[in-house]
């Protein structure tokens, strides 16, 4: 597939593979993946795995570690927090922030999932912005308005070059682990929303170079067609990334 943007694709374990489990999954996407050039692979295991999983993957030329989430603080008495230096340490490039469950469960909001985002870049990490609308809000005619607070806020205070190098991901929250996936064509309407609006906010070459990913019940038979939308640049996958067979399946079928 000839895009515009390199395809990023990132698999989000969630709270999912204890260390012996990550590596026999990591271990089996390296043997399936080894060939890939096309795709920039991101696996996010859940923190206890990471120092694990980046040995495994130490001399693998295409798939990269990410983090599923990040403090805002370098250092302190945070209970519980993980920083960037520590993430660092197990050669992390990606963080993801603000996803649709730490904004539900955790109650992220968007200035937290900003300050967040600025503390990412400010370790030369990149962050991996999750937006997206409930189906209440979806129906009552709101997904404009809500990716539009949810992009504004959650990238406030970024500059350009931060901005260009941020991966955002529209995952609406009606299609996550749910089974239902958005059709391509609302897929394409979200994302082109989303470009246009990075236009506003910067100007037509930085929002060309923004990669969005598409993130909800992404799956081996439908990952060929939304990858094709001209305004999908990747996905970020839940429950099919936790099988080898899966996810380099998605992989596979995006190229
Ligand atoms: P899903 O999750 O692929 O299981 O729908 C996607 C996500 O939460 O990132």
Sequence with gaps: MNKERKLIIAGNWKMNKTVAEALALVNSLKLELAKVKEVDIVVCPPFTALESVSKAILESKNIRLGAQNMSENN????TGEICAGMLKEFSVRYVILGHSERRQYQKE?????ARKAKAVHGASLKPIVCVGETLAEREAGQM???LETQVRGSLAGLTKEQTVETIIAYEPVWAIGTGK????QQAQEAH???RRLLVKLFDEAAAKKVRIQYGGSVKPNNA??????PDVDGALVGGASLEARSFADIIKNSI
């Design 75 to 78: 250092f302190g008495a945070f």
């Design 224 to 229: 060929k067609e939304l990858m094709s939308q």
């Design 192 to 194: 082109a929303f989303i």
């Design 109 to 113: 909001s968007n200035e937290l999932i």
């Design 144 to 146: 404009e308005k809500v």
């Design 181 to 184: 996936t958005a059709t391509t």
